[in-house]
């Protein structure tokens, strides 16, 4: 089993739409949790951070569920340049280096 | 705050050189950096954590004398890729980690072609 698991998608919504990924690590023990953004070649970029309490940073919302070991991104009003994939990543106890799962893609059409 | 450089952006090379890519951090220092590859759609894959000061910390199956790592400051890590084949072609990409945190803030990654 990975360590971080997404569903690849590809997730294709219109502008506008509400869009949520779910994201399930298999560390009990882990401790940080953060939702990147990757752009067709280029680097990952830190979207937000995942606090147990939940978080929202404008549109985006983040949620962590530790007893079934989820954490969810909910995009609200999608726009085209929210078009990306967004990695799911967690820490892992015992490494230095953080675990990315291996991305949900999403493609906003007009 | 918090920017990561890295150089060169692209390089291509012939077969059987070495290429050396820089990681810097800008803003901030790191005692720790990553290097990931990437293939094209494919996940980020960690090769290595550099640490300042002492020797890198390869992953399972990343050839530690193919892949030189140096990180001889708090703010710069380097990776050699000696002796390059084409398979080694791929997207380098670094991160630092600030100190005292968990987030990874990533550099523009180096687009290497192998001939």
């Known amino acids: 089993r990975k360590e971080v698991e997404q569903d690849p998608g590809p997730f294709n919504v219109p502008e506008g739409a509400t869009v949520a990924f779910n994201c399930t690590y298999s560390n009990s023990a882990s401790q940080s949790f953060f939702w990147y953004r990757q752009d067709c070649r280029k680097e990952p970029k830190l979207l937000m951070s995942v606090y147990s309490s939940g978080n929202e940073d404008g549109r985006f919302t983040a949620q962590l569920n530790r007893a079934s070991q989820y954490i969810s991104l909910l995009i609200r009003d999608s726009k085209l340049s929210d078009s990306a994939t967004y990695l799911c990543v967690v820490n892992s106890p015992g490494r230095r280096a953080l675990t990315f799962g291996s991305g949900t893609r999403l493609q906003v059409q007009p | 705050g918090a920017v990561v450089s890295q150089h060169p952006s692209r390089v291509i090379c012939k077969s059987g050189t070495s290429v050396k890519i820089e990681c810097r951090s800008l803003d901030f220092q790191a005692t720790t950096m990553f290097w990931y590859r990437q293939f094209p759609k494919q996940s980020l894959m960690l090769m290595a954590t550099s640490n300042e000061g002492s020797k890198a910390t390869y992953e399972q199956g990343v050839e530690k004398d193919k892949f030189l790592i140096n990180h001889a400051s708090l703010t710069l890590s380097t990776l050699t890729v000696t002796s390059a084949h084409p398979e080694d072609s791929s997207f380098y990409i670094c991160?630092?980690?600030?100190?005292?945190?968990?987030?990874?803030?990533f550099g523009p990654g180096t687009r290497l072609t192998v001939t």
């Open positions: 991160s630092a980690r600030v100190i005292g945190g968990d987030e990874q803030y």
